[in-house]
């Protein structure tokens, strides 16, 4: 936790950036003043129209609502959004990932990636500080730091400006669309659970419940106002945390000794939890929106901040379930710790159809992103106000139905997190944040910090190649299995 504090204070001596904006420099380069000009100008142009709807419904960050864009949020409710947002479905495969490292390795792990993933949402931060100085733009997001970065940053790289949006947006719309992947199944896999213990032999694989929820799905996916979706964001959350609140309470019944459990598994399986502990880290999306609206902002960075002391707790929170998740059931821990509790349980199977209600209710807002993101590229293929209507939820369909047939592909809740953490999730949360810093504060920055951002992009690459190939090694090995039995639920 001390490593935490410590990465995330921008203006430690030993080599840190300093905080004087590029304005102010004696000589001003031409070239970076015209650039200026041109990317003030271009803007409007080249924002997303999911960004237009602040001023009327609030904000969504990776698929997670933020309250109404007109009220100033206080540290508190800051801190609490930024926990929501973190706290997913991630959380509940955090037992899974301890599986593929042992527990005493994972438990240690945990909080190095944490302060890894805490200090590049401050770099992130710190980023948008300088562009906002340096252009007078405010309310950028994570594309838009990327377009600002590299347009005005040096010389040989501006033309790579439109190339960073393109690139960021696809990672964002990628890991959204992911996560509905993992929804899905999630959804699918719970509901599987309660139903075959209530009515068993009914002959309904996991695909036909995924069948069976495509229409309420397709129906929720079809409300493209944030003002609609909020309320359903609140009722996600009071289950998701009522849930966990339950499911701990069967993890902290008959616990094993730790001797049980091996405290290293194997090389092999150590990039399976990287890609599962990166995914769970998924709250960058959200970081700039909440220091944004704060009343405080000043607030959001700094050793005892918003950021550090809600990111500590998420940490705390991921280490207790993934500790306690993997002491209680070993390796025979499922991809969500929900699947293991007892199916015959009264109160076990309302755990299930909370988790499953409150995953349910955050669909939409997932799917919100990748539509808004790529929908204004094709709406101008439609010409009246009712063929845009129509085609608009065309394509959500169409997204939805995408998201069906790769959970049905992969219907293992485990290893779809481990992948879709290890291709994007490291992505967004390691390697870009360090170009970005590079890039925003060319040529001021220190040897330090050239060396710091190295070590963090090759650590992100290792991730998302290691982690990436074993994944798909581990798709590949539970095809080559599927025709096994599987287990039955006891009832």
């Known amino acids: 936790m001390l490593l935490a504090a410590q990465l995330s204070t921008p203006g430690m001596p030993g080599g840190a950036l300093e905080t004087r904006p590029l304005l102010t420099a004696p000589n001003p380069d031409p070239d970076l003043e015209r650039a200026k000009t041109q990317v003030s100008q271009r803007y409007d142009d080249h ?54 490292s042992g527990l005493y390795t994972g438990v240690g792990l945990v909080p190095i990636l944490s302060a890894i993933c805490i200090h590049c949402m401050h770099m992130l931060v710190q980023c948008a500080h300088e562009l906002k100085e340096r252009l007078g733009i405010s309310g950028m997001d994570y594309a838009d730091v990327g377009y600002h970065a590299f347009a005005t940053g ?18 964002l719309t990628i890991t959204q669309l992911g996560f509905c992947c993992v929804y899905v199944v999630f959804i699918a896999a719970n509901v599987q659970q309660v139903i075959d213990c209530k009515f068993p032999d009914n002959g309904i694989d996991i695909h036909g419940y995924m069948v069976i929820l495509f229409v309420p799905l397709l129906a929720i996916s079809m409300i493209r106002s944030l003002k609609v979706l909020a309320p359903f964001s609140l009722i996600s959350n009071v289950f998701l945390g009522l849930g966990l609140a339950i499911t701990f309470r069967y993890l902290l019944q008959d616990i094993p000794s730790s001797y049980d459990r091996p405290e290293f598994k194997s090389w092999k399986q150590l990039p399976l939890f990287l890609g599962t502990s990166i995914y769970a880290f998924e709250g960058i999306g959200v970081v700039l929106p909440l220091e944004r609206k704060m009343t405080n902002p000043e607030d959001f960075r700094g050793c005892n901040g918003v950021l550090n002391t809600a990111m500590i707790l998420v940490t705390c929170s991921y280490i207790a379930v993934g500790f306690f998740g993997y002491l209680k059931y070993g390796d025979a821990v499922h991809g969500s710790i929900t699947l293991n509790i007892p199916p015959s349980d009264n109160l076990a199977q309302m755990v299930k159809i909370l988790m499953a209600l409150a995953i349910y209710l955050t669909y939409s807002l997932m ?53 879709v953490g290890a291709v994007s999730s490291s992505a967004l949360a390691i390697i870009f944040p360090p170009i970005l810093e590079i890039v925003t504060f060319w040529p001021r920055v220190t040897r330090f910090t050239m060396i710091k951002c190295a070590l963090f992009f090759t650590f992100g690459i290792v991730c998302f190649v290691t982690g990436t190939y074993a994944s798909i090694e581990a798709i590949v090995e539970y095809f080559k299995h599927s025709a096994d039995p599987l287990p039955g639920v006891i009832c």
């Open 47 to 100: 924002r997303p129209d999911v960004d237009n709807v602040d001023d009327d419904s609030g904000l969504t960050a990776s698929g997670h609502h933020i309250d109404d864009a007109h009220q100033q949020t206080t540290n508190c409710e800051t801190m609490i959004h930024l926990i929501k947002g973190n706290i997913g479905t991630g959380i509940l495969a955090m037992p899974d990932a301890l599986k593929n």
């Open 154 to 171: 040096p010389a040989p790289l501006r033309v790579m400006a439109p190339v960073a949006r393109t690139v960021l947006n696809t990672f």
């Open 367 to 419: 799917l919100y992103v990748p539509a808004e993101i790529m929908w204004p590229h094709l709406s101008s293929r439609f010409h009246s106000t009712r063929a845009k209507r129509l085609g608009e939820y065309a394509f959500r369909a169409f997204l939805v139905l995408i998201t069906f047939i790769f959970a049905a592909a992969i219907p293992n809740i485990g290893l779809f997190i481990s992948l």
